[in-house]
């Protein structure tokens, strides 16, 4: 559910859900947990969607 939710909400904010995960689950090790609520697909879309961070294997 929760995961099919967050699917459905990037695709609501105009955002690729592939793009998304993929960035969302490389940046999250580094980001700062105080500032968690930047990697929900709204501010995700304004803060990183014009340099998404890449998966090894689109190489």
Do not use: M
């Not at 859900?17 to 879309?45: F, G, I, M």
């Amino acid at each position: 559910g929760i995961v099919q939710s967050l699917l459905t909400t990037c695709r609501l904010q105009g955002v690729d859900p592939y793009t998304y995960l993929v960035d969302v689950l490389q940046r999250v090790a580094l980001h700062l947990a105080s500032r968690v609520d930047e990697l929900t697909p709204r501010r995700w879309k304004t803060l990183f969607a014009d340099a998404p961070l890449r998966s090894d294997i689109e190489r």
